[in-house]
């Protein structure tokens, strides 16, 4: 990624700058050879990708036995991560589809990233239940199709709830994504110099002409899909949160949960989604297209979720108490002041406390601020989801069977292992297809729809 700064060559005429230098801008990075920077990011991502490969290879060749799963503590990392990337797929759909059910025209220079994060998040997210039952090559027996071992799901269980919901969210949201492509692949045929690539934008196009035909009946799909996908955003992680709030276990066992996981899937999401895309913005020269008006908005909406998550966390003591259930009671102290503190504070401490800097204004619109409150955000949302499996299972109803969890080197290595899976697509996705959407960004500058003089 040549780090040039396309940004003088838009010249700005009644201040709006030229479309066709738009295009220029966004489509630059896919027509330059990557440069060094980009090889040695994609070199460190793919040293974490092979830590989560020969975590694997462990895990399969010697069993569950490598993690640090014990009795009782029966779930750990596995879904932990599982529940955290579905959680980071929550931004991308939110913002795509929602906002533009609400015509918030500041989404246009972001949707299209987030878009691209929700499918590699989920794609993340959808590696853990395949391992997690420690014979993946059997995996296939899951899926409820008559088969000759007379093997047959169980409908009633929230996992089975969770295949379908999240295989539904990554197809909607896979499709939706696509679409928002096909006039961007258009612009990028018209470009192309070699007969390769000109053959791949054509097919992927699908004969896309700019015409007002075409216009016409791509809104009208783009329009359909964001009405399928947002109430995907509120049923997905809710049904996540039900293989928690169906069971028995003290901590788990609550009403709270399925707005509680929504507010904060879509707090982490948001928080992934600005950490990666200021890097992009600076890296591409997005400055005027990814602008700090539009970061600052994205805080606001984490300063939102993140006090209906500070609510949520206080509520869930309040509820322990109602209840007068005194295992209930006892989980939530144990959490504050058990063996797990240590992790219950680090979640309070980035989820609740670091989002309320955003409502000072010089906060919220400093770039370097926004990208640490970020990070505390998405290290606080992993906790959240450690702090919520774990302490609820290693001391349930009988002090007989309590025991202290402790991860082991290969639940480490799948974890790291499982950034390096979704920063890996992220860089290939940066040099593969335009990270902003050329036809959205132009429509916004030139406050009209595009039209084919515009390519």
């Excluded at 399969?60 to 779930?75: A, D």
Aim: glycine share 6%; with cysteine; charged share 15%.
């Amino acid at each position: 990624m040549s780090v040039v700064d396309y940004s003088q060559e838009l010249s700005v005429v009644e201040g709006k700058p030229p479309l066709r230098s738009l295009d220029d801008l966004i489509a630059k990075p896919l027509e330059v050879k990557p440069d060094r920077k980009f090889y040695i990011a994609l070199s460190v991502t793919l040293s974490m990708l092979g830590l989560f490969v020969i975590g694997l290879a462990l895990t399969f060749w010697y069993g569950i036995g490598m993690w640090g799963n014990n009795n009782p503590v029966g779930w750990a990392f596995d879904i932990v991560n599982f529940v955290f990337w579905v959680g980071i797929g929550h931004a991308g759909t939110l913002i795509s589809a929602i906002l533009f059910l609400f015509r918030q025209k500041w989404r246009t220079g972001i949707a299209r990233f987030a878009e691209g994060m929700t499918i590699f998040a989920v794609m993340t997210a959808l590696l853990f239940p395949l391992i997690h039952v420690g014979r993946p090559w059997l995996d296939g027996w899951l899926l409820p199709y008559p088969n000759q071992h007379g093997v047959w799901t169980n409908f009633t269980s929230p996992l089975l709830w969770d295949v379908f919901a999240v295989s539904t969210y990554f197809a909607v949201s896979l499709i939706f994504w696509y679409v928002g492509l096909i006039p961007d692949f258009g612009s990028l045929r018209e470009r192309a110099t070699g007969k390769f690539k000109k053959i791949i934008y054509s097919t992927f196009s699908l004969g896309w002409r700019f015409s007002n035909r075409h216009w016409h009946h791509y809104e009208m799909v783009y329009l359909i899909l964001a009405g399928f996908a947002t109430p995907l955003v509120l049923s997905v992680h809710t049904i996540v949160s039900f293989d928690f709030a169906v069971s028995i276990i003290p901590g788990w066992h609550t009403t709270i949960f399925p707005p509680y996981f929504v507010a904060g899937a879509v707090f982490s999401g948001f928080a992934m989604v600005q950490n990666v895309l200021i890097a992009v913005r600076k890296i591409f020269n997005y400055e005027h297209i990814i602008t700090v008006d539009t970061l600052e908005k994205m805080n606001k909406i984490m300063l939102v979720t993140g006090s209906m998550v500070g609510y949520a966390y206080a509520m869930e003591f309040f509820i322990a108490w109602y209840s007068g259930v005194q295992a209930e009671t006892f989980t939530f102290f144990n959490r504050a002041l058990g063996p797990y503190a240590w992790a219950y504070w680090i979640m309070v401490t980035c989820n609740v406390i670091s989002p309320q800097l955003f409502w000072v204004k010089k906060i919220r619109r400093s770039v370097p601020v926004m990208f640490v409150i970020a990070i505390f955000v998405n290290v606080g949302m992993w906790f959240e989801r450690f702090v919520i499996v774990v302490t609820s299972l290693s001391r349930d109803f009988l002090p007989s069977s309590w025991a202290y969890y402790t991860p082991t080197y290969v639940d480490f290595m799948i974890l790291i292992g499982s950034f390096g899976f979704f920063f890996t697509w992220i860089l290939l996705f940066t040099k593969a297809l335009p990270v902003v959407s050329m036809a959205e960004v132009k429509a916004v500058v030139d406050g009209s729809q595009p039209s084919h003089e515009d390519h």
